[in-house]
C-alpha cells in the first residue's frame, strides 16, 4: 500500500503517538516521539 499524501502519514504517526506514548506531559511525551520508531506502510520512520 503506497501513501498517498504526507497528510495520511501525519495523521498515522499522531494516531500511534497518541496511542502508544505512556506520558502526559508535553515534554517527556516529546522525548518518548524522539526515541521510539514509527512503522507504518512496510517503511520504519523515526522523528528527527
Given at each position: 500500500?503506497?501513501?498517498?499524501?504526507?497528510?495520511?502519514?501525519?495523521?498515522?504517526?499522531?494516531?500511534w503517538?497518541?496511542?502508544?506514548?505512556?506520558h502526559?506531559?508535553?515534554?517527556?511525551?516529546?522525548?518518548?516521539?524522539?526515541?521510539?520508531?514509527?512503522?507504518?506502510?512496510?517503511?520504519?520512520?523515526?522523528?528527527s
Amino acid at each position: 500500500m503506497a501513501i498517498s499524501s504526507f497528510y495520511e502519514l501525519e495523521e498515522a504517526w499522531w494516531e500511534w503517538v497518541n496511542k502508544k506514548c505512556p506520558h502526559k506531559s508535553p515534554r517527556a511525551h516529546v522525548k518518548w516521539m524522539y526515541k521510539n520508531t514509527f512503522e507504518y506502510d512496510e517503511t520504519t520512520w523515526t522523528q528527527s
